[in-house]
């Protein structure tokens, strides 16, 4: 396990391994834009993308120098390889972390906790985990911001090939390109009243839909903790998919299709874990409970004038 002293989880559209399995992974060429993470793939907004130019936009993806695999690793992929190495654990820490009303696997704005494995969080505090759908989107919407984009790209028949080389051999994988399309949120914390619900939970005093007395145990046991010199990480970013959709560029597929594509993705994203695909329509969607998540970023609490405060600076990226 690793501490988010060298966090914020810079997931993964470039395919870098995380501690939930081998280190060795397929990665994107970086096209020539800059642009972060998610620039490294053609990101249209949702509103301004037409649908109509979808399969032109993914065949030309397939056909471009950043659908290759790279022949060698780069430094990042390296540095991230050796830094996440540590976290590897021979205890779910899905169930280890798992306590009454906290969800390791889920990543919300808030959430208060003290070491992750990939995308599986540590937590001491979540006001957003118990809480019906209804609720916990009306109070994530009081504390931050949502931003929606659009994500085209192709699993390549030389990225599959070796991603092929990787598993086992009789794990089934796709015999022809794979082209993957979804729709990414970015929620955006409001710092001022993410600490303001903070104090407000920890008087007893939070917003409609959370358990007051529960929150202000939670609250008052992180005070402790940071007063006792504890390090604690509050999630202020995340950026996270609800399914992804995956289809055969100019060919049909069949639900046997399901196991390979989602045997491939898999592979070439190895931190989600726990997949399922099943064929709806004209396309296999993937789907992770709780989510998929791609990156997430965290910023450190401190006390303050005896108040919980989030740190201005962020958390060191991979």
Request: proline share 6%.
């Amino acid at each position: 396990m690793y501490s988010p002293n060298s966090l914020a989880f810079g997931l993964m559209l470039a395919g870098l391994a995380t501690g939930l399995s081998s280190c060795s992974t397929a990665k994107k060429g970086e096209p020539e834009s800059e642009g972060g993470l998610l620039g490294r793939l053609s990101i249209d907004s949702v509103t301004q993308q037409d649908e109509r130019e979808a399969y032109a936009e993914l065949k030309e993806i397939a056909n471009a120098p950043a659908s290759k695999l790279a022949s060698q690793p780069d430094e990042a992929l390296e540095l991230s390889a050796e830094v996440i190495a540590t976290a590897a654990s021979s205890v779910d820490p899905s169930s280890a972390w798992k306590r009454k009303g906290l969800e390791p696997r889920r990543i919300s704005i808030g959430d208060i906790f003290s070491e992750n494995i990939g995308p599986i969080l540590n937590k001491r505090v979540s006001l957003a985990d118990s809480l019906p759908p209804e609720d916990r989107q009306r109070l994530l919407n009081q504390i931050s911001t949502e931003t929606d984009a659009r994500v085209p790209m192709t699993l390549s028949q030389a990225e599959i090939a070796a991603l092929r080389e990787e598993a086992n051999p009789a794990t089934p994988f796709p015999t022809r390109s794979v082209a993957l399309d979804f729709k990414t949120k970015t929620r955006t914390a409001d710092v001022p009243k993410l600490e303001k619900l903070f104090a407000s939970a920890g008087a007893g005093d939070a917003p409609d839909g959370i358990v007051n007395a529960t929150a202000k145990s939670e609250m008052s046991d992180v005070r402790q903790r940071l007063e006792k010199g504890e390090r604690l990480f509050t999630i202020v970013a995340v950026t996270e998919s609800d399914k992804l959709e995956a289809t055969y560029p100019g060919a049909p597929l069949g639900s046997r299709d399901a196991e390979p594509i989602r045997n491939a993705v898999g592979l070439l994203y190895p931190h989600l874990d726990s997949l399922e695909a099943t064929k709806e329509g004209e396309a296999v969607e993937i789907t992770r409970d709780h989510g998929i998540y791609w990156e997430f970023d965290a910023r450190e609490l401190k006390l303050k004038d005896g108040k919980i405060v989030v740190d201005g600076e962020a958390v060191s990226n991979l």
